[in-house]
């Protein structure tokens, strides 16, 4: 049986910090994901026990955006001694192994973790600091990969620094992650190395890439295989990506679930679903809460929001689809708009199978238009349309023969008559 293992995280602004920011150092991001969550997710990948978090003066700023771990509030520890940590050490409550975890160090990875404790057990250290010198100098543990026996760590603390001679180096197998973010050129060196190795494991895993260096994907984003990604797209938060996908240049996605054989191109889907075999740009914008069916095509200059659209319909372009639900094999015209907010509430459009919205047409919320019904081009619907019925909700057209030629003659004597108003002054 392995020895238990307890993570404190340090999350400290560093003494060189200077990335000029009132954003707390640990709170800045790298690929979609804090510093400091990435910390506290490598914590989870070690331990099941969640870690504690130092923090100084950045406190309150920093406990807005962590739960599930403790949060110990310090004075400045910048310039830290042994003697701080004696009075931490109590946190690892019965762990045999205590790993300090700068948040600042995002580029550690979970497998170097793991054998930084094997490097400490294999060799029955008492303690062991992840560095490329050897032997050990200037060491700063707050601002270190650390890792100690807490049995020893508590006889150790009683001592003076200079008395210290058995802490050994920890060589990692990338040096890169040793890399310390306290500016933003690091910050973007860090952002560059991650975003590298993120796409890397996808590229291993059956993704393909035409410029893997611009395209940005964060660490929870998952992709199915023989998926093709063009450059400059960006998946964020927690989207997922089905098998056999395109994805064309410059698409966002934000928690969105892409499912099998998806085709988009330049657009934005938030917090939304898309279906196997749709269709969807370019510049097309998916708001939060919609639902895209499958075989669906969304054209360019479309917006959805908070919409049901169903399996083989239609909307080409240049149409708003808001607060919405469309049956099945739907065609919606250019210019299509659902009228869906009276200036103080949201209300909803329904749309049956097999309908046919002509363009131009203004659907007024609530209203219904149900199965198999027409509605004809430039309508504005205000009352629900039965099935199998075609709405006819506009002016009918007047042809006034020989308009021009009376306008043009009303023209011509106006301008006479000015002429001779003129001509008598």
Known sequence: MGKSVFVIISAFTSDKDTMNSSIPLPLHKVCGRSMLHNAIHLAKQITSTPPSILVDKNAEQIKEHVSNAQIVKVMDMSTADLIDLHALVHLAGNADMLILLPAHMPLVTSTTLQTLLQFTE??????????????????SFLH?????????LNTMLENQKSQLSDIQAFHPADINELLIVNDRVNLAAAEARMRLR????????????????????SPEVRIGRDTLIYPGNVLEGSTTIGDACILYPN??????????????????????TVGQDSTVG??????????????????DFVEVKKSIIGDESKVSHLSYIGDAQLGKDVNIGCGVVCVNYDGKRKQRVTVGNHAFIGCNVNLVAPVEVDDNAYVAAGSTITENVPAKALAIARARQVNKEGWVDKREEKEQKEQEEQKEQTERK
């Open 122 to 139: 294999s060799r029955s250290l008492d303690a062991a600091v992840m560095s490329i010198e050897d032997p050990l100098s200037d060491i």
């Open 251 to 272: 698409n966002r996605l934000h928690n969105a679930t892409i499912d099998d054989r998806v085709t988009l191109q330049s657009s934005v889907i938030l917090d939304s």
């Open 282 to 299: 370019p510049f097309a914008y998916i708001r939060p809460d919609s639902i895209i069916g499958s075989n669906v095509r969304i054209g």
């Open 198 to 217: 993120i796409n890397e494991i996808h590229m291993r895993n059956g993704v393909s890439f035409l410029d893997p260096s611009q395209t940005y994907i």
């Open 144 to 152: 270190q990969v650390c890792c100690f026996s807490t049995a020893w």
